[in-house]
């Protein structure tokens, strides 16, 4: 058993998702230009977005979500991820095999307040950094051939928020927390996926980075 289990944490190691930035993707984008905010409640991390600042013809899922001005993305197991009562059974398949994936996109009114495990850092990029983490977001969904919207397949983890498919497998070497480490390195912040499992382990690497409000 304990051969069988090291044989897959291997695998899992050798099909990890190769979506990094290159080193020197932001060379030339010009200054920091907007604020998203990285967000952890100290077990998925995600990212928020003005509504305002979504690059046109990105996203078109944000139509969900007429009266919101943040949206939130994430990503993640899509048995585990939407279920209102995981079992410990549905942890370990997602972990230990890769599996099928979901986008999280919340819509909010107003920036949620950091309080008790919620820690919200504001990160400055480029205009092109933005653009290419949208552009990047905007391709993990899934979309049937010909539909130029994906429909929801489940309730979301907020009153105002919707599961999506997404490409892409979800395992212990490909999380949620990983998956928003590479988008913002597509942004053009100094972060690496490397060793990025729990959240804590990304939002230390952005601690550094946060900007004063």
């Not at 009114?109 to 990029?125: D, M």
């Not at 391709?139 to 397949?153: C, F, M, T, W, Y």
């Not at 892409?168 to 490909?174: I, P, V, Y």
């Amino acid at each position: 058993m304990l051969l069988r289990l090291v044989s897959i944490l291997m695998l899992l190691a050798g099909c990890a998702a190769d979506d990094r930035a290159p080193a020197d993707i932001a060379v030339g984008d010009g200054p920091p230009a907007r604020t998203i905010y990285a967000i952890s409640n100290g077990w998925h991390a995600g990212i928020l977005l003005a509504r305002s600042d979504l690059p046109k013809g990105l996203l078109p899922e944000a139509a969900d979500f007429p009266t919101a001005n943040w949206l939130e993305f994430g990503w993640g197991d899509r048995e585990y991820y939407p279920n209102p009562r995981p079992t410990m059974g549905m942890a370990l398949a997602a972990g230990l095999t890769p599996t099928p994936a979901v986008l999280h996109i919340a819509g909010r009114v107003a920036l949620p307040e950091a309080a008790g495990k919620l820690e919200i850092l504001p990160l400055r990029i480029s205009e092109a950094g933005l653009r290419r983490m949208a552009e990047r977001i905007d391709a993990a969904v899934e979309r049937p051939a010909g539909q130029e919207r994906a429909d929801s397949i489940a309730p979301g983890l907020y009153e105002t928020s919707l599961f999506y498919p997404a490409h892409g497998e979800f395992h212990l070497f490909n999380t949620c927390n990983s998956w928003v480490a590479r988008k913002l390195s597509w942004a053009g912040l100094p972060v690496t996926d490397t060793g990025v499992t729990m959240a804590e382990d990304l939002m230390v690497q952005l601690r550094s980075l946060a900007v004063p409000e």
